[in-house]
T-cell receptor, first 112, second 115 residues
Framework: DAKTTQPPSMDCAEGRAANLPCNHS???????VYWYRQIHSQGPQYIIH???NNETNEMASLIITEDRKSSTLILPHATLRDTAVYYC?????????????FGGGTRVLVKP | GAGVSQSPSNKVTEKGKDVELRCDPI?????LYWYRQSLGQGLEFLIY????????KSGLPSDRFSAERTGGSVSTLTIQRTQQEDSAVYLC?????????????FGPGTRLTVL
């Protein structure tokens, strides 16, 4: 699976949009970009995934560049409960199941 | 509906003792995964089950670690002769393999402390 690079930490003001970057320059054509987050003392939680097109759900938006070498997770209106470590993961989709390889992630602190 | 559950939530044991950690996946989820997270370390994969078989055991750190899954449901991770470096949070996840992106749902974890 392709390696990802994320900034180790970032702060965000409550109510503002949080833009979390991720570089995955070695991504291959059949690999998806996934985002998970881990709130303190909890297990990781799936946020969103995408292949080529931008995606949006009730939690966030995912913007993938045309060359697919980087992406941005957008939390449109950050709340204090969004304080967590956010992981960008690239892996192949497979109905055979596939482990997640977590890097260091970005520690996001939402401040009042 | 019920999510992934794990028991116990906390386990303190003495070095050299054996421990068993249990995972109850979401009903109907074919795939089950074990991960661990050590203090200051990231999340690392241990083993993956599809049904009752384990096609990927590549993350098990030593032969002291083993896992089984019965009835395509509950899984048990066993650590024999525990060492202090085994102290970590052990996380279980499950997923349905119907959709190719197979989102993994994680349990709350078992915090293991080896004294």
């Amino acid at each position: 699976d392709a390696k990802t690079t994320q900034p180790p930490s970032m702060d965000c003001a409550e109510g503002r949009a949080a833009n979390l970057p991720c570089n995955h320059s070695t991504i291959s054509g059949n690999e998806y970009v996934y985002w998970y987050r881990q709130i303190h003392s909890q297990g990781p939680q799936y946020i969103i995934h995408g292949l080529k097109n931008n995606e949006t759900n009730e939690m966030a938006s995912l913007i993938i560049t045309e060359d697919r070498k980087s992406s941005t997770l957008i939390l449109p209106h950050a709340t204090l409960r969004d304080t967590a470590v956010y992981y960008c993961i690239v892996r192949k989709a497979s109905t055979a199941g596939n482990k997640l390889t977590f890097g260091g992630g970005t520690r996001v602190l939402v401040k009042p | 509906g019920a999510g992934v559950s794990q028991s116990p939530s906390n386990k303190v044991t003495e070095k050299g003792k054996d421990v068993e950690l249990r995972c109850d996946p979401i009903s109907g989820h074919t795939a089950l995964y074990w991960y661990r997270q050590s203090l200051g370390q990231g999340l690392e994969f241990l083993i993956y089950f599809q049904g009752n078989s384990a096609p990927d055991k590549s993350g098990l750190p030593s032969d002291r670690f083993s896992a089984e899954r019965t009835g395509g449901s509950v899984s048990t991770l066993t650590i024999q002769r525990t060492q202090q470096e085994d102290s970590a949070v052990y996380l279980c996840a499950s997923s349905s393999l119907v959709l190719s992106y197979n989102e993994q749902f994680f349990g709350p974890g078992t915090r293991l402390t080896v004294l």
